[in-house]
């Protein structure tokens, strides 16, 4: 019995191993936030794990406005869903699907879906030209 068992182990093929990073990016491939800001469409995808919006050079979307942190808010991709992350000091305003409109500060987090607006240190209903529209589409 021992030599049987012995000839099953070594006529197994060995798997390949994959990555969970692999694997959660072929699982939300089709995944995508779709952001507008003053006439630029930018796009975010899984894989960018972080997105940066604020005054500082570096963020991924700059925007030069008094009522915009530094470093004001951050899009992850978690759990198969896109979150709004706050990190300012004026809050983050969010209106979801047209829905009311709601305050996010000190890194309170929304997940997105659908379609929205988002002020930075200002609410959805100001039209500034600061303003954002986005689209999240998760399937």
Same mark, same amino acid.
Do not use: A, C, W
């Given at each position: 019995m021992i030599e049987a068992y012995?000839?099953?182990?070594?006529?197994?093929?060995?798997t390949d191993e994959i990555n969970v990073g692999m694997f959660q990016e072929l699982l939300h491939s089709k995944a995508r936030l779709q952001i507008e800001y003053q006439g630029k469409s $930018?796009?975010?995808i899984p894989a960018q794990r972080v997105f940066?919006?604020?005054? /500082?050079d570096d963020s991924e979307l700059m925007i030069d406005a008094p009522t915009v942190s530094r470093t004001h808010a951050r899009f992850i991709f978690r759990n198969?869903?896109? $979150?709004?992350?706050?990190?300012?000091?004026?809050?983050t305003f969010v209106s979801a /699907?047209?829905?009311?409109?709601?305050c996010l500060m000190s890194e309170e987090e929304f997940?997105?879906?659908?379609s929205g607006v988002i002020g930075f240190g200002e609410m959805t209903s100001s039209n500034?030209?600061?303003?954002?529209?986005?689209?999240c589409k998760t399937a």
């Open positions: 012995e000839k099953n182990e070594q006529e197994l093929t060995p $930018i796009e975010m940066v919006i604020g005054r /500082n198969g869903k896109f $979150i709004l992350i706050d990190q300012s000091t004026n809050g /699907n047209g829905g009311e409109e709601i997940p997105l879906s659908g500034s030209d600061h303003l954002i529209r986005y689209t």
